[in-house]
């Protein structure tokens, strides 16, 4: 898995261990690597590997219930927890920045947030345009390793989506990978073809090479109203990864590096000017939303007073979905083989047939996607899906109908995982968005209940200090101590979500609490009513 996360077909910068999400990085270094790789070699049934932010700092003798490995990544107690207390130990080889999935092994490629902005675009035209987006003109920027997911998101809903990127190398590189449809020469040619295709209702997706902040106005300015408006520029980081206006992506080290203050000036104007459009397409009626890069939070910081104005994407069409335990089921085919994938993609269809939208979206992904990578398959399964899927893969290796292990692991972003105030915990019930308890705890419960590989992170998604979440892999090999951890694991990793969401007062998350079992503590499984 951490040779997959480092894949050249996967990686970013596979050379700087870089995975994806500006500079999300799998290891520490050269060194960390090959000492990280030997020791995983050589490891017992029954020993733990201990990863401190990417570097491997001890094998300890446990049990064979215990995981395998043991992270902790880019923690900060939490005074210090700033990006420049950060980059001054990053600097001394004391950290590094492991965004969620690189830290944790259980990055995919891009089917890995393919599913998830599948599942965003298709939640956005259920609740705003009656289950389809034909005619309708999705703006939205950032073609990196996350953001280039946006464009076949909105083409497999029906819509029409242009897509802003600053780096003309990326925009023709997603072309040349089939991730855009065509590759506009200017914004009159781009509005020339979404014109066309909205007026036709038929899907087409547009890469354009531009600021993001420039191109918004001046979409603005010429009085065009996109049906939906968001962006997945790295924002999360704006001083290393976002550009701003004026500088070419190959200047930008060099001028970060000769004038550090006129650059986080010319930052703080992007920022501004980016975010305050966005807003004034909102106010022209466009659905607006973070799309989980905290621009709205750079911005405030930026000045832009009203930033939150508009809502984060999780709260608004994921978190009904994190009540019921349901969230991205990823698993990958250790043979390399794709048939082991295709053969569960028959199993899977076959045990949930009464789930039309899981249908959709495996047709979708087997017909319009290649594996990058070693093969495999995310789709979004609730709390009692999960565990009985998990059985029938460990079946499924241990008959011999798969000819390998399988790795099941899960985003980061996922119901019981995630403490992030800007993102998926924003504007809760009872008002609990920073408490950062729960990951913790499903990181100590996924370690106790026996997954593979445990970790706790800090900062994914939107950057220093803003998030704390857990990642868990667990392999499928067809044992029966893996049948045994697999029940406990992939049950009461996402059972814990509807145990965090119950308690903030979500009313579905408190129905399944007292519908499926839960043990509350003076409440004998029936808390909540
Ligand atoms: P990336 O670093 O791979 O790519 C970012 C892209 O944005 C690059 O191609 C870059 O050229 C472009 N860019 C930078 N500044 C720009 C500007 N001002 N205007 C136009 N283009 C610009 O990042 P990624 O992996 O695609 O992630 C994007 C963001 O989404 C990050 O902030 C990441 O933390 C966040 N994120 C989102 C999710 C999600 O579920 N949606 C999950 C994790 C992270």
């Not at 009313?507 to 003076?522: H, S, T, W």
Request: proline share 5%; with cysteine.
């Amino acid at each position: 898995m951490l040779e997959n996360c480092l894949d050249p077909d996967i990686a970013k910068l596979p050379n700087e261990f870089i995975v994806y999400g500006g500079t999300g990085r799998a290891v520490r270094d050269y060194e960390s690597l090959h000492r990280i790789k030997d020791a995983l070699r050589s490891l017992e049934d029954n020993e733990t590997l201990l990863i401190q932010s990417g570097k491997p700092v001890g094998i300890f003798l446990t049990n064979r219930m215990a995981p395998r490995v043991l992270m902790s990544g880019t923690m900060l107690v939490p005074k210090w927890c700033t990006w420049e207390t950060y980059f001054e130990l990053a600097k001394k080889n004391l950290t590094t920045f492991g965004q969620s999935t690189a830290a944790s092994w259980s990055y995919i490629g891009t089917q890995g947030i393919m599913q998830g902005t599948w599942e965003t675009f298709k939640q956005v035209s259920m609740e705003h345009f009656a289950g389809t987006l034909s005619g309708k003109l999705i703006l939205t920027s950032g073609l990196g390793e996350m953001g280039s997911a946006q464009p076949i998101a909105v083409t497999a809903n029906g819509g029409v989506c242009l897509v802003v990127d600053v780096d003309k190398q990326v925009v023709k590189k997603r072309l040349h990978t089939s991730m855009i449809d065509i590759m506009a020469e200017s914004l009159d040619e781009a509005l020339d073809y979404i014109q066309d295709f909205v007026q036709r209702k038929e899907p087409l997706s547009i890469g354009l090479v531009g600021n993001a902040a420039d191109i918004y106005e001046q979409i603005l300015t010429r009085s065009i109203k996109p049906d939906v408006v968001t962006d997945q520029t790295p924002a999360h980081d704006v001083y290393n990864s976002y550009i701003p206006t004026g500088v070419k992506p190959e200047e930008a080290a060099s001028l970060r590096e000769s004038n550090p203050e006129h650059y986080e000036q010319l930052i703080r104007i992007t920022l501004a000017r980016h975010l305050k459009t966005m807003i004034s397409f909102m106010k022209k009626g466009s659905v607006v939303f973070d799309y989980g890069n905290n621009i709205r939070g750079a911005a405030k910081k930026a000045g832009v007073i009203d930033a939150f104005c508009f809502p984060n994407f999780i709260t608004k069409y994921l978190r009904p979905l994190f009540c019921e335990g349901r969230g991205p089921f990823r698993w990958i085919a250790l043979s390399g083989d794709p048939e082991d994938i295709y053969k569960t993609d028959d199993v899977i269809l076959k045990l949930f047939p009464y789930d039309q939208k899981l249908r959709e979206w495996v047709e979708f992904v087997q017909q319009r996607f290649t594996f990058h990578g070693l093969p495999a398959r995310v789709c979004w399964l609730n709390f009692e899906e999960r565990p009985l899927f998990g059985q029938v893969i460990n079946e499924m290796v241990r008959s011999g109908k798969l000819s390998a292990p399988i790795a099941i692991t899960r985003d980061h972003m996922d119901a019981g995982s995630v403490a992030s105030p800007y993102r998926e915990t924003e504007k809760m019930l009872d008002g609990s968005d920073a408490i950062a308890d729960w990951p913790v705890l499903n990181a100590l419960l996924n370690a106790s209940c026996g997954a593979t590989l445990v970790g706790i992170y800090q900062g994914g998604g939107v950057g220093i200090g803003y998030s704390i979440h857990s990642g868990m892999s667990i392999i499928a090999d067809g044992s029966e101590t893996a049948q045994e951890k697999l029940n406990l694991v992939l049950k009461w990793d996402p059972g814990l979500g509807i145990v965090r969401y119950a308690d903030a007062g979500y009313p579905v998350a408190r129905k399944n609490l007292r519908q499926k079992g839960f043990k509350i503590p003076g409440n004998e499984g029936t808390s909540y009513d």
